[in-house]
């Protein structure tokens, strides 16, 4: 008797605690999220789709991609905010994103508001010069410049962003006098280009290709190296006067601070499993675009170096936050 009602009270106790690990729900349960600071149709987004649905199929549930373009990525970043912290709404932004501040995110830094899961992609710049000018290379473009100063003028999708840092960070090592043209967005200037409105540009080589291949305008270098089909051929800015001009731009995978570290752990192991895919590798490769995978921590670490670098360029041309 003693036994039975040891048994039926530990029972009783049992019932009121929570369920193990082994009876709880698995992540994921349910469709997840994924947020992209980008609008439809552009390199961000055709790349996220395709990580998405490769994604998905890792994880067994579907991932809904989500556009929140504009605003220097703080509208997509507010729907992660102000979702639970529970691994079911991410984000997916661009490098600058995350490491090139705007006034609304001045204050504040994005390694507190979210968890690194891992990097997902990378990818150098490439660096085209208009048909117009009689450039084939780095050192012509800075000869070119500096015979002709203030002539010479730069696009960029934006005041503060990566394409525009780039331009400050060469007008400073290159010790020449060019301008910048800011654009709402890369298509216009890429049409601009084509047609001698402007004379260079930085951007990635998914916005560029169609305009490189048509002859419309030059691609002369890259600001990393790349072993794609495409780029592995272009000479890197680096190697070609300009030593301390390199970077490149990436995407990676967040979460909202406080997501559990198994759903983090659980993400992690899938999205080092999707880069491998070959398919999804061999359809981005003539782009310059690489799929990677890495720790959440070295995604932290990467997001620091990269905002550091930015804030570098941004204080020493006296560039005001957008």
Known sequence: MKLRNAVAAL????????????????????????????????????????????????????????????????????????????????????????????????????????????????????????????????????????????????????????????????????????????????SQVVVDLAAGQVHALFSSMPSLKPMIDKGSVTAIAMSAPSSGSDTAKLPVISDAGLPDLQYTTWYGLFAKAGTPPDVIQTLNAAIGKVVENPELNQKFESQGVEFVAGTPEELAALVKKDTAKWKRVIDEANIELM
């Open 11 to 186: 029972t009783f106790i049992a019932s009121l605690l929570p369920l193990s690990s082994a009876g709880a729900a698995e992540y994921p349960e349910r469709p997840i999220r994924m947020v992209i600071p980008f609008a439809a149709g552009g390199p961000a987004d055709i790349v996220g789709r395709e990580f998405a649905q490769l994604l998905g199929q890792q994880l067994g549930q579907t991932i809904v991609v989500v556009n929140a373009g504009g605003g220097h990525g703080v509208p997509a970043l507010n729907q992660v905010l102000g979702a639970p912290a529970d691994g079911y709404t991410l984000l997916l932004p661009a490098s600058g994103n995350m490491t090139i501040p705007s006034k609304a995110m001045e204050d504040k830094d994005v390694l507190q508001l979210l968890s690194p899961i891992s990097q997902i992609t990378q990818s150098p710049h490439v660096l085209v010069v208009s048909k117009t000018l009689p450039i084939k290379s780095v050192q012509e473009l800075i000869d070119y410049a500096k015979a002709n100063p203030g002539k010479v003028n730069f696009g960029s999708a934006g005041v503060g962003g990566v394409a525009h840092l780039a331009m400050e960070m060469f007008k400073s090592q290159a010790g020449v006098d060019v301008v910048h043209v800011p654009y709402r967005g890369t």
